[in-house]
T-cell receptor, first 113, second 110 residues
Framework: GENVEQHPSTLSVQEGDSAVIKCTYSDSASNYFPWYKQELGKRPQLIIDIRSNVGEKKDQRIAVTLNKTAKHFSLHITETQPEDSAVYFCAASMGNQGGKLIFGQGTELSVKP | DAGVTQSPTHLIKTRGQHVTLRCSPISGHKSVSWYQQVLGQGPQFIFQ???????GRGNFPDRFSARQFPNYSSELNVNALLLGDSALYLC?????????FGPGTRLTVL
């Protein structure tokens, strides 16, 4: 069935270092891949997304890469700051009009000052 | 511009009771999806509604039902509550691909 695997489950970095979180999806029909940041007790917030017709997308310190052949996508955060500490979720979807998102298990990122 | 709103914020129920959760999407968004998030896990898809029609259903029992109203707001109903239904229930509204989440309703079943 549909599945998204996310690694690592926890990640600790020093402030200023880079952080990379990786996801693998099972359904080759997936065509939309968002990343959400969720702070404790708060809603998931979209930080970046990518569609299957694009290989890479950047937004300031955040970038996402997609390898459709391998069914892998990754989140890259550069120059990490303590406020980047949160749980990050990747997700995959097969359609527009707000179709079903399949989420990964989450990565708890801790950025130490 | 207001984001997605949900009510109530918190809810405590006992086993066997039913509950109704409400969601108002971002103005102009016609699609609403519901997710269940258990502590320590990613959100699990329950339902999607678009233009008042069910477009998708996740792997949840028939005790879960939902509907969407002409103004695109939505309700999620859960009957015969079980302890395992305790979770954060998230509503997301969308325009095309991007889904924006509401603050959620924290449901505790005792």
């Amino acid at each position: 069935g549909e599945n998204v695997e996310q690694h690592p489950s926890t990640l600790s970095v020093q402030e200023g270092d880079s952080a990379v979180i990786k996801c693998t999806y099972s359904d080759s029909a997936s065509n939309y891949f968002p990343w959400y940041k969720q702070e404790l007790g708060k809603r998931p917030q979209l930080i970046i997304d990518i569609r299957s017709n694009v290989g890479e997308k950047k937004d300031q310190r955040i970038a996402v890469t997609l390898n459709k052949t391998a069914k892998h996508f990754s989140l890259h955060i550069t120059e990490t700051q303590p406020e980047d500490s949160a749980v990050y979720f990747c997700a995959a979807s097969m359609g527009n009009q707000g179709g079903k998102l399949i989420f990964g298990q989450g990565t708890e990122l801790s950025v130490k000052p | 511009d207001a984001g997605v709103t949900q009510s109530p914020t918190h809810l405590i129920k006992t086993r066997g009771q039913h509950v109704t959760l409400r969601c108002s999407p971002i103005s102009g968004h016609k699609s609403v999806s519901w997710y269940q998030q258990v502590l320590g896990q990613g959100p699990q898809f329950i339902f999607q509604y678009y233009e008042k029609e069910e477009r998708g259903r996740g792997n949840f029992p028939d005790r879960f039902s939902a509907r969407q109203f002409p103004n695109y707001s939505s309700e999620l109903n859960v009957n015969a509550l079980l302890l395992g239904d305790s979770a954060l229930y998230l509503c997301a509204s969308s325009f095309e691909y991007t889904q924006y989440f509401g603050p959620g309703t924290r449901l505790t079943v005792l």
